[in-house]
């Protein structure tokens, strides 16, 4: 394995990057659901993406939101199970619970 590139990774400092391009990803974490869809501003918060609901909001104000790659600004948002959310580096998918 290939050695990462610069210092340790710091809050708020750039991702590392190997020398052939690779920028490690965090894991996908799974968030069970008990209903198919939920809203982006309560799965933000049950995810432990946003610590409250102001904080989800301010999120998504500053377009700091992505759902399955792309930049989402509504809390009312519909996800269905599988969609992929990202802040920042971290990701966290709905999964149906059944």
Known sequence: MQ???GPPRRPGAQRAVR???FVPRSPILEV???EDPIRLGQFLKLA???EH???AKALLEAEEVLVNGRVETRR???LRAGDVVAVGDRRARP???V
Do not use: E, R
């Open 76 to 78: 009312g948002a519909q």
């Open 3 to 5: 050695a990462l590139v």
């Open 19 to 21: 020398h052939d391009g």
């Open 95 to 97: 999964v149906l619970l």
């Open 53 to 55: 609901g102001g904080h």
């Open 48 to 50: 432990g993406l946003a």
């Open 32 to 34: 069970p659901i008990a």
